[in-house]
């Protein structure tokens, strides 16, 4: 008697495409630190960076309005303490590219969405004092809240756009992309030659200065361009 074997394949996490039915296929999720010169004096530095710091999550750390973020436990107990957030504009790619020349690098936006980089800092500070990767603290499942995608029109400036945190309808956090230490052309250039870009790859391009911590039932709304986008999630625990 034959035999079939079925493979089935899961899609990548699918977000929302503002303003249609259609959903944006997520790919990779590279994130960006020390993106902010203020945010990097806020940590007791002066240094910046010579090229771009890039990290990595997991697609699986989407979610997006109206879904909450989660603490993970491990054998009954909560592995964090102290749960952060860090907003920030977010960059879609539309299409598959290397060694992307910054002057070419607009022709591989499909659009932008506003996010939140949600951090365990205990958990991130026990690893870079071991000298462990940092992968728990910033990859935990709903650890990248990430609004509808806009697609790229020329009504938007991502050069020179507002971000801002309320957390409870208080705001905390507020910064411009325009005093980005690495713009997204130049962060698109270097990813392309450093990992390759695909088709479905967003970029968290880094957070302004203003990060702090959040506690269980809190309210977030995260806004980019002036009320263009947002971002709404809740704090479970």
């Known amino acids: 008697m034959t035999k079939f074997i079925i493979l089935t394949f899961k899609l990548g996490k699918k977000i929302k495409i503002s303003g249609k039915s259609d959903y944006f296929e997520v790919n990779n999720v590279f994130c960006i630190g020390k993106n902010y010169f203020d945010h990097i004096k806020e940590f007791g530095s002066t240094e910046k960076p010579e090229n771009p710091v ?96 806009m697609t790229a029109n020329d009504g938007f400036n991502p050069m020179n756009t507002n971000l801002e945190l309320k957390i409870n309808g208080s705001r905390k956090q507020f910064g411009n992309t325009g005093v980005m230490i690495f713009n997204i052309y130049k962060l698109i250039s270097y990813i392309s030659t450093i990992f390759h870009l695909q088709k479905g790859d967003l970029i968290f391009t880094g957070t302004p200065e203003g990060v702090g911590e959040v506690r269980k039932s809190d309210s977030l709304e995260a806004v980019l361009g002036d009320g263009l986008l947002k971002l709404n999630v809740e704090v479970d625990g």
């Open 54 to 149: 890039v990290f990595l999550k997991p697609n699986s750390a989407l979610i997006q309005s109206g879904e909450k973020i989660i603490i993970p436990e491990y054998q009954g107990r909560k592995i964090s303490e102290s749960l952060h957030y860090e907003t920030e504009m977010v960059v879609a790619i539309s299409k598959d590219g290397s060694f992307i020349p910054e002057d070419n690098a607009s022709e591989y936006i499909f659009g932008y969405a506003v996010g939140l980089d949600m951090t365990l800092r205990d958990v991130q500070g026990e690893a870079k004092k071991k000298g462990l990767p940092w992968s728990t603290a910033k990859g935990f499942y709903s650890s990248a809240p990430v609004s509808d995608i």
